[in-house]
């Protein structure tokens, strides 16, 4: 309604609202130069993510003091335009910003909430790259929900931080397009204390460097990734570097406090990386492994290329799971929230898939086991194809969405259903997906119609039959 008013009106091209002070007897407006949106358009996250530019590339310059907790960071982001824009929005909360610039010339900023506002000397014009540089200090704070996501984001340590940012933590410790349907490749630059190693995602580039009491680690992630997979881990580590047995580089490390954990953690995460790079099809990235961090969060997250384990020994279930992560949630990435269970449910049935492999309980028994819940099971009024923004991390969306999967395997058969995880992961590879796009991968795999399947298990509130 609202195109077809402005286009009878003729004050601007169907697809841009008029400028909301625009009268029509008011001379037409000089320029279509707009502000960005203050979220992406994912509707139960209003304001993650922002409107008018796709970032490609983030270069994190980042020093970082335990003992004072202040850390010092010079974020310089590389975007694209896709709309002209008189200003645009990132995501950034706490700390203070000291300068911005926008393509080297200084930009006036605003910040109000979680929203920092850049108004570039020079307006923006469509599908133009330009380069945004902050400097920003402080100590950055986590986000703490007493409701069922824990603590998250950047959470100070005694040796340095646990850093864990799913759903929206990431703008705790730098300005981003916080929200995972805009990807970018990341280079980190991160300066600790001498003794201190700073983890990131993807290889290091070069040796650490240590001058005046201070060591410089320098870490590279080549392939896309969502914000909230991103990582600066610091404190006291034990490495293991190497590589997988079939070939993959691998980075391992833990607190000293998992010490015993090290060797475990390298084997079982080179093993199970290698195992489902024959079931998921090739490995998506360029190097594997994990952390183990002294912080008791409560949950481990599946950062890109090194899981982080919150203050526990991570058992092979769970390594199963996380890795299982870097093909679903990492490398094919969510468009929005609500469809959570295309990363939660597939990691889950992961965890029953290596159950079978190990000659433990079959995916089978572990299904017929939790269809079993009583229909009074809660995980039966939660739809997981709709996951909740309140409620994220329900267990329907991990156990429920599994079951799916396996009901889907029965429909379909071993043959295509384990050609479809391979077709959907080589499709979809670095991009994003949604449920839809798996419905009607599924379905024309199998040649069925696999609506009522579907709409029994991710969308209707009872036990399916
Ligand atoms: N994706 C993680 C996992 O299931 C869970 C992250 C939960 N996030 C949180 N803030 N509690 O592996
Ligand atoms: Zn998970």
Redesign the pocket.
């Known amino acids: 309604l609202m195109a077809a008013l402005v286009s009878v009106l003729g004050c601007a091209p169907a697809d841009k609202p008029p400028l909301a002070d625009h009268r029509l007897d008011d001379p037409p407006p000089l320029t279509e130069y707009r502000p960005g949106a203050a979220g992406i358009g994912d509707p139960d996250f209003p304001t993650d993510g922002n409107g008018g530019y796709d970032v490609s590339h983030y270069d994190l310059d980042i020093d970082y003091v335990p003992v004072t907790k202040q850390l010092h960071g010079v974020a310089t982001i590389k975007a694209a335009a896709t709309q002209d824009l008189s200003s645009f929005n990132l995501d950034f909360s706490g700390m203070t910003v000291s300068k911005v610039t926008v393509n080297n010339a200084t930009a006036t900023f605003r910040r109000q909430g979680s929203e920092l506002t850049v108004t570039p000397s020079e307006p923006i014009d469509v599908k133009s790259r330009f380069t945004v540089k902050v400097t920003y200090a402080g100590q950055p704070q986590p986000i703490r929900d007493s409701a069922n996501?824990?603590t998250?984001g950047f959470v100070a340590t005694p040796d340095g931080a646990f850093v864990a940012s799913?759903?929206d933590g990431s703008k705790t410790w730098f300005p981003n397009n916080d929200h995972p349907a805009d990807k970018a490749t990341y280079d980190f630059t991160i300066t600790v204390p001498a003794g201190v190693t700073a983890l990131a995602n993807g290889e290091l580039v070069g040796r650490p460097t240590t001058a005046q009491g201070k060591t410089t680690f320098r870490w590279r992630e080549r392939q896309p990734m969502a914000s909230y997979l991103a990582t600066a881990t610091m404190g006291m580590f034990d490495l293991r570097e190497g590589r997988t047995p079939a070939g993959i580089t691998e980075i391992a490390a833990v607190d000293p406090k998992f010490k015993k954990s090290l060797n475990t953690l390298f084997k079982l995460s080179g093993e199970i990386t290698d195992y489902w790079s024959t079931v998921f099809g090739p490995y998506p990235f360029s190097s594997t492994g994990g952390i183990v961090d002294d912080f008791a969060a409560g949950?481990?997250?599946?950062n890109q290329t090194k899981p982080l384990y919150g203050g526990f020994e991570p058992d092979p279930s769970i390594i199963a799971?996380?890795l299982a992560?870097q093909w679903f949630g990492d490398s094919l990435s969510i468009k929005r929230w609500s469809e959570l269970w295309l990363?939660?449910g597939f990691?889950t049935y992961a965890e029953w898939l290596w159950s079978e492999h190990k000659g433990g309980k079959t995916a089978e028994a572990i299904f017929n086991q939790e269809h079993a819940r009583p229909a009074s099971d809660p995980i039966w009024a939660y739809p997981p194809g709709r996951a909740r923004p309140e409620d994220l991390?329900n267990a329907s969306v991990y156990a429920r969405g599994a079951m799916t999967l396996h009901a889907l395997r029965k429909a379909i058969g071993d043959a295509t259903f384990f050609k479809l995880l391979k077709t959907w992961t080589a499709d979809h590879r670095n991009g994003n997906v949604t449920t839809e796009e798996f419905i009607r991968l599924a379905e024309q795999l199998s040649g069925k119609n696999l609506r009522p399947l579907f709409d029994a298990w991710l969308f209707q509130p009872q036990r399916p039959a």
């Open positions: 996501l824990g998250f799913e759903p949950y481990a997250l599946e799971h996380e992560h990363n939660e990691a991390f």
